[in-house]
């Protein structure tokens, strides 16, 4: 079992450019997030999805898009990175969402836009 | 969210138990209680919850108090992979899916 995947582990970005950030979960959970922390401002929910096809905004979305096609993968897209998008960004997955279930973090993406 | 106040920081001594106070005492009857925890460098990491009655599984043991506005988590032995920030954090029924992480304490394990 390898839990939540989170690929890559490092990136550097410059302003501007876009990619994709990838999360993958073998234990066939069905809601997923992605989360971002910066220093003294604790986790902060970005996006997630309750299934398959069902994506919904967190409290920051802005500057982020998300798919859910399958039950396994959530990837998150930077859309044109900006300095303010640097951050530590941990996908995260769960059974349900629901307050009964423990989540379970990837180790993260430490991202850099210069 | 209902708010949840913890202590800064603790410390402890390796292979002594570890209590983590967690005061909520605006929390309401479905409020699940969650801890979670964030080594160094690395996500966050489910410990353990409970709703009403005390739990325990391997990582550690939730005491929750009969009036369910305090929870202490107990680390019956602490290792020095246990220095991390530890969060407590309330779930509501029917509420957000989010995790709503405060400042959380600051635990250090000495050898």
């Known amino acids: 079992n390898a839990g939540v995947t989170q690929t890559p582990k490092f990136q550097v970005l410059k302003t501007g450019q876009s990619m994709t950030l990838q999360c993958a979960q073998d234990?066939?959970?069905?809601?997923m997030s992605w989360y971002r922390q910066d220093p003294g401002m604790g986790l902060r929910l970005i996006h997630y999805?309750?299934?398959?096809?069902?994506?919904d905004q967190g409290e920051v979305p802005n500057g982020y898009n998300v798919s859910r096609s399958t039950t396994e993968d959530f990837p998150l897209r930077l859309l044109s990175a900006a300095p303010s998008q640097t951050s530590v960004y941990f996908c995260?997955?769960?059974?349900?969402?629901?307050?009964?279930?423990?989540?379970?973090f990837g180790s993260g993406t430490r991202l850099t836009v210069v | 969210d209902a708010k949840t106040t913890q202590p800064n920081s603790m410390e402890s001594n390796e292979e002594e138990p570890v209590h983590l106070p967690c005061n909520h005492s605006?929390?309401?009857?479905?409020?699940?209680i969650h801890w979670y925890r964030q080594l160094p460098s690395q996500g966050p990491e489910y410990v353990i919850h409970?709703?009403?009655s005390n739990v325990n599984n391997r990582m550690a043991s939730l005491a929750i108090a009969e009036d369910r506005k305090s929870s202490t988590l107990i680390l019956h032995r602490a290792t020095l992979r246990d220095a991390a920030v530890y969060y407590c954090?309330?779930?509501?029924?029917?509420?957000?899916?989010?995790?709503?992480f405060g400042k959380g304490t600051k635990l250090t394990v000495n050898p």
């Open positions: 995260a997955s769960s059974y349900s969402g629901g307050p009964g279930y423990g989540y379970t």
């Open positions: 234990m066939n959970h069905e809601y």
């Open positions: 999805s309750v299934g398959a096809g069902i994506t």
């Open positions: 605006t929390i309401s009857g479905t409020d699940y």
């Open positions: 409970g709703l009403t």
């Open positions: 954090i309330l779930r509501e029924q029917g509420g957000s899916e989010k995790l709503v």
